[in-house]
Nanobody
Framework: QAQLVESGGGLVQAGGSLRLSCAAS????????MGWFRQAPGKEREFVAG????????RYAESVEGRFTISRDNAKKSIYLQMNNLKPEDTAVYYC????????????WGQGTQVTVSS
């Protein structure tokens, strides 16, 4: 399984921006997609954004579409999440994940990076 390391979280005021990064280890292979999930206290983990590795097609949760942008670097096996116009409800631990080729589900979760948006 891939080892994933997230970075870029922090504290920001509402309306501000953050850029998250996630690097997969060289163990990663046959990637179908990579994506970002988040989990707020007391809530279940939810999908935020994903990107297909082969063609770069993106998918977003309705709550973040138009504000967040996911991108990838194929050579580095890394993904990024540019988060603009952040809202307090975006506060959560953000996790990077990979969906291997041949698998129907995401897996290989990273440790997470905290994003806190103050009002």
């Amino acid at each position: 399984q891939a080892q994933l390391v997230e970075s870029g979280g922090g504290l920001v005021q509402a309306g501000g921006s953050l850029r998250l990064s996630c690097a997969a280890s060289r163990r990663a292979y046959s990637l179908y997609a990579m994506g970002w999930f988040r989990q707020a206290p007391g809530k279940e983990r939810e999908f935020v954004a994903g990107i297909s590795w082969s063609n770069g097609i993106t998918r977003y949760a309705e709550s973040v579409e138009g504000r967040f942008t996911i991108s990838r670097d194929n050579a580095k096996k890394s993904i990024y999440l540019q988060m603009n116009n952040l809202k307090p409800e975006d506060t959560a631990v953000y996790y990077c994940a990979v969906r291997p080729g041949g698998s129907a589900d995401y897996g290989s979760w990273g440790q997470g990076t905290q994003v806190t948006v103050s009002s």
